[in-house]
């Protein structure tokens, strides 16, 4: 289904993110504003009604997955009954955007009713505690690790994906800063610099076969690795101040990419988010350029 808003038409969503508490510092920023307060046990289940059984029509689609995020989030005596009534709703899957210290005190049979668990690492000095303290954690399994591409995470990118691999997580994502308000450009690499460093982290991976994929980096930056990119799905954003009727759009009122009129004819332009104008513009920075067919992975290096 499709939806209309004031940039453009974008697919309806069939997952809601609840953000139930205030951000834990750890996250992917993605231009959310900061909530005013974390949501009351009830507006949590509001919310998870609104999105399920409240969409159920001939002209709406029900929510089928979830994602919840925020600092202290497995902590709320809650979220058990929250996440029972979201199963019985129809939820098929359940996300948790969480960090270290919340999952190690997590009690064991909550986490058992969780699809996934999305933790946001950095490869800095707090690393080896949470790799100590998860090594022996019962839901490793299903951990998808993600590591953003911060100009000072570039040094010891290749060393740290190697460790947090002997965790056996699920998967291992690599997230290039998405381009928001408030952001710290100087922190933020060139795609350039970020593909030097990132490169020897996939082909590692790769040998490995762990599934890893990229974020925030177009297909045509990536070369042959084009077929790690992962397209960021439109989602509902739920906070104490956008609730309900009132929730946003993932895209593009958080995020807004950009393609050329070129990128109609690239053979990746239905799996690739484009990227920023705002990178885009910046002195020194590669261009998008269409792929004609889609490249191997052990072909030759065509990224920037």
Known sequence: MIRWTTKGA????????????????????????????????????????????????????????LVLSGAGLLARPDLPGALALGRQEGL?????HTDAAD???????????????????????ALSGALDALADHPARGRLQLNLVLWDDALPQLEGASRRLVALGPAGLGFTFPFHHAGLDPARVPSPQEA?????????????????????????CFLGRYAQR???????????????????LLFLPDLLA???DDGCRFCVADDRCDGFFGAWLARPG???????????????ADQGA
């Not at 920075?285 to 072909?299: K, S, V, Y």
Request: aromatic share 6%; proline share 10%.
């Open 285 to 299: 920075w590669p261009a998008l350029r269409p792929f004609d067919d889609w490249p191997d992975d052990a072909d």
């Open 92 to 96: 098929l899957r359940v996300v948790l």
């Open 10 to 65: 974008v697919a309806t969503p069939t997952t809601v993110q609840i953000r139930a508490q205030q951000p834990h510092a750890g996250r992917v920023q993605a231009g959310a504003p900061a909530p005013s307060r974390s949501l009351t046990e009830s507006e949590l289940r509001a919310n998870i009604l609104h999105f399920t059984a409240g969409l159920r029509g001939p002209r709406t689609a029900p929510c089928s997955g």
């Open 229 to 247: 990119m992962r397209r960021t799905q439109n989602r509902w954003y739920v906070d104490a101040d956008h609730q309900g009727g009132a929730a």
């Open 103 to 125: 999952l190690l005190g997590a009690p064991a049979d909550l986490l058992q009713g969780i699809d996934g668990l999305a933790l946001t690492v950095q490869p800095d000095d």
């Open 195 to 219: 593909l030097r460093a990132l490169m020897p982290a996939l082909a590692h991976l790769q040998a490995l076969g762990l599934p890893c994929w990229v974020k925030g980096l177009p297909a």
């Open 257 to 259: 990419f950009h393609k």
